[in-house]
């Protein structure tokens, strides 16, 4: 089945710093999504892509649906405390069910004030 | 607008004891409904997923079951629990297909002891 390799697993940074962390896959995906998980709750869809070389912002949020449809990024700029938590990334891969999405297995975000 | 609400929101429970999680969505008709569950903190492992009344798929063989007795209403039972059933169980719904994305209800901490 399809597997999205999502990096880095766990990032600690100061606040005010620019992060960035990425999902690739051998195979092709017609939908990337963007989700963060608050500590205690469930995900929340951030950012939607759907079609290659997309690049879309939420706030200071921006996410990228890669030209080879393999990949996508996720960019947080000027980091805050709120922005704790663990980013998913996810997404409907070409051939595979329109039910199911795939996610990657997060990526950990912490944030020192 | 939609609304997903799940509950309880913590749960402990007996080894050997039976369990029932209930989820339900307001709002919307035939929407595509998902339980995950979370260890750890960490990835989404897709349990059961149902695209209608009484039809429901297993992704994963182990102590579990799904029910879908109403259309907006999804059931996550057990009769009898391990100690390895524990963790975060999160359901979800999308509408059309898993390309919008999934919406998240707020979880359930089981713990089983």
């Known amino acids: 089945g399809q597997q999205l390799n999502q990096s880095p697993q766990s990032m600690f940074i100061q606040e005010g710093e620019d992060v960035s962390m990425n999902c690739t896959s051998s195979?092709?995906?017609?939908?990337w999504l963007w989700y963060k998980q608050d500590p205690g709750e469930g995900p929340v869809l951030l950012i939607a892509l759907y079609k290659a070389g997309e690049l879309t912002s939420n706030g200071r949020l921006t996410a990228q649906f890669g030209i080879t449809r393999k990949d996508s990024f996720l960019n947080i700029s000027a980091s805050i405390p709120s922005d704790v938590g663990i980013y998913f990334c996810?997404?409907?891969?070409?051939?595979?069910?329109?039910?199911?999405?795939?996610f990657g297995k997060g990526t950990l975000l912490t944030v020192n004030p | 607008s939609q609304t997903i609400h799940q509950w309880p929101a913590t749960l402990v429970q007996p080894v050997g004891s039976p369990l029932s999680l209930e989820c339900t969505v307001e709002g919307t008709s035939n929407p595509n409904l998902y339980w995950y569950r979370q260890a750890a903190g960490r990835g989404l492992q897709l349990l059961f997923y149902s695209v209608g009344i009484g039809q429901i798929s297993s992704e994963v063989p182990q102590n579990l079951s799904a029910s879908r007795p109403q259309d907006r209403q999804f059931i996550l039972s057990s009769k009898k629990l391990l100690l390895s059933d524990s963790g975060f169980y999160l359901c979800?719904?999308?509408?059309?297909?898993?390309?919008?994305?999934?919406?998240f209800g707020s979880g359930t901490r089981l713990t089983v002891v």
């Open positions: 195979s092709i995906f017609n939908t």
């Open positions: 979800a719904w999308s509408f059309m297909g898993a390309s919008y994305g999934y919406t």
């Open positions: 996810a997404g409907v891969a070409v051939g595979g069910s329109n039910y199911k999405l795939t």
